[in-house]
Nanobody, 125 residues
Framework: VQLQASGGGLVQAGGSLRLSCTFS????????VGWFRQAPGKEREFLAA???????KYLNSEKGRLTVSRDHARNTVYLQMNFLKPEDTAAYYC????????????????????WGQGTQVTVSS
């Protein structure tokens, strides 16, 4: 499995970005895909997940600002981020796994087998 994350960049506070995670190498529909971010000096934290069956999950504190969606025709999972704040500045990663654990513990970075390379998001004040 290969994951390619893209869509990061520099944006002003209050703006929006849509990140993409393109999946290849295996059957996309059976994989759960999670989005995480990691700021310098901080732990990698869960943001959102697109689970098999087009089910979505979010970090509670980010509900309303994030929307995760899956495009089966493009083998891509998107993360739409709105009302961005300077504290959203981080490297954003997508990850995938097909295990039953990854469906249940979708918020745990340790259940994911495959990771993309990360895309940097910088939010200026």
């Amino acid at each position: 499995v290969q994951l390619q994350a893209s869509g990061g960049g520099l944006v002003q506070a209050g703006g929006s970005l849509r990140l993409s995670c393109t999946f290849s190498g295996r059957t996309f529909r059976i994989y759960n895909v999670g989005w995480f971010r990691q700021a310098p000096g901080k732990e990698r934290e869960f943001l959102a997940a697109s689970r098999t069956g087009d089910d979505t999950k979010y970090l509670n504190s980010e509900k309303g600002r994030l929307t995760v969606s899956r495009d089966h025709a493009r083998n891509t999972v998107y993360l739409q981020m709105n009302f961005l704040k300077p504290e959203d500045t981080a490297a954003y990663y997508c990850a995938a796994a097909a295990s039953s654990d990854s469906r249940v513990y979708y918020y745990d970075k340790n259940v994911y087998s495959y990771w993309g390379q990360g895309t940097q998001v910088t939010v200026s004040s």
